[in-house]
């Protein structure tokens, strides 16, 4: 249980999508720069990484390797991710943030952070999807 010289907790959740990024600028410039240094929030930054076997359809003979250098891809490219989310929060002067990174579903692994952390805000892009199809 937090106590109350603890801050809340947000979540934001992040991918590779420029809406992403937006929502992820957008409350660095409307919830924390305006603060500074004295941010009403901790931040942590959550990407769900795609499991290997969810980018390739095979099995049989060779589909170890093939899945090995799907993994490597992946986690280049999440580092990637993992930098250039840092920058652009260390250029909006906010250092103390944490990331974390899970495998699987990001609906699933949003919702489990959420309740791990005990978050009092959660943060996502709309992937462009209008409120339809959301």
Known sequence: MATTSEKPVMLVGIDESEESF????????HLFTPCAPNFPFKLFLV???PPPTSSIGLTGPGAAEVVS???ADLKKA?????????????????????????????RNALCE???????SMLVMGSH????IKR
């Open 22 to 29: 937006y929502a992820l600028e957008w409350t660095l410039d």
């Open 47 to 49: 990407y769900a990484k």
């Open 69 to 71: 250098l799907v993994e």
């Open 78 to 106: 999440t580092t990637r991710l993992i930098e250039k989310a840092k920058d652009l929060c260390h250029s909006k002067l906010v250092h103390d943030v944490a990331v974390k990174v899970v495998e699987g579903d990001a």
């Open 113 to 119: 952070a959420v309740e791990k952390h005990h978050a």
């Open 128 to 131: 462009g999807y209008g409120a």
